[in-house]
């Protein structure tokens, strides 16, 4: 069975545009989450996803955004760029409801904005 | 607010040898989960052991197991026989149903 995938890996960006990642999940697993990773703030929950629905956001500001597909992709989306928000950004899975459960992390995206 | 803290930064641990790694966190609830998590140098993040709270004992999966001190709130990983493979970032982490903290990290090094 395929793991979770992230798409792209890499990614550069100037300050003030927006920039979309896609995450697809383990077959079959209905939860989504995703994580913002930086060496400052650390592991941060970003926002989870379940059967199309966000059920927990972190706490990130608004041009922080997200969506679930019927077929459980999941794409996350930012806004007006800051320099700060330069980061990892991981998606996760669970094949049960949270992410309390066991989750499966993908390889992760790193942006970059300049 | 809820708190995870990992005092410490780096360690590092022979070949074969046994190591704790040491996460304490702050809490008034009484239910929810702890974790441990395994970063390797390749980034993708692994859950190493889970631990419910109301759950008093501690959680084992082969050569990894915790020391859940709940009273103290303290949530140790031991790993046994350690391996070069095990070298990595290992994050504890609190979470209930609204939320999940990950604490700052520790990176382990194993010295052959």
């Known amino acids: 069975k395929a793991g979770v995938t992230q798409t792209p890996r890499y990614l550069i960006k100037t300050r003030g545009q927006q920039v979309t990642l896609s995450c697809s999940p383990i077959?079959?697993?209905?939860?989504v989450s995703w994580y913002q990773q930086t060496p400052g703030q650390g592991l941060q929950f970003l926002f989870e996803?379940?059967?199309?629905?966000?059920?927990n956001k972190g706490n990130f500001p608004g041009r922080f955004s997200g969506r679930q597909f019927s077929n459980s992709r999941s794409e996350m989306n930012v806004s007006t760029l800051e320099l700060g928000d330069s980061a990892l950004y991981l998606c996760?899975?669970?094949?049960?409801?949270?992410?309390?459960?066991?989750?499966?992390f993908g390889p992760g995206t790193r942006l970059t904005v300049l | 607010a809820q708190t995870v803290t990992q005092s410490q930064p780096e360690m590092s641990v022979q070949e074969a040898e046994t190591v704790t790694l040491s996460c304490t966190y702050d809490?008034?609830?009484?239910?929810?989960?702890l974790f441990w998590y395994k970063q390797p140098p390749s980034r993708q993040m692994i859950l190493v052991i889970r631990?419910?709270?109301?759950?008093?004992q501690n959680a084992t999966e082969n050569r990894f197991s915790v020391n859940f001190q709940k009273a103290a709130k303290s949530f140790s990983l031991k790993i046994s026989d350690s391996q070069l493979g095990d070298a990595a970032m290992y994050f504890c982490?609190?979470?209930?149903?609204?939320?999940?903290?990950f604490g700052k990290g520790t990176r382990l090094h194993i010295l052959p």
């Open positions: 631990q419910e709270a109301y759950k008093q």
């Open positions: 077959s079959g697993h209905r939860s």
């Open positions: 996803y379940f059967s199309e629905t966000q059920r």
């Open positions: 809490t008034s609830e009484s239910d929810y989960y």
């Open positions: 982490a609190y979470g209930r149903d609204d939320k999940i903290i």
């Open positions: 996760a899975s669970s094949l049960a409801g949270t992410r309390l459960d066991t989750q499966y």
